[in-house]
């Protein structure tokens, strides 16, 4: 991700190119290689915790950059 507000306020990460695994929780949805939602993607499910390896439909470690949230809690 390029840039991500939060959970602690007052913090901007910038995670762009450097995700390398992921543990969910109750929100499903989509990972995806480019900014705004664009080049490879990988869907991710609720209460799951991968690693970004490039196995199987996983994307490779340190190639994320946004994501879509597509059920929230
Ligand atoms: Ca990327």
Do not use: E
Not at 13 to 24: A, E
Not at 34 to 62: C, E, I, V
């Amino acid at each position: 991700m390029t840039d991500y507000y939060g959970p602690a306020p007052y913090y901007w990460w910038n995670w762009n190119d450097q995700g390398s695994s992921y543990v969910t929780g109750c929100t499903n949805g989509v990972f995806y290689t480019d900014t705004n939602q664009k080049g490879h993607s990988q869907g991710f499910a609720g209460n799951q915790a991968q690693y970004l390896d490039g196995q199987g439909l996983r994307l490779p470690n340190d190639s994320l950059s946004s994501i879509r949230i597509s059920y929230g809690c």
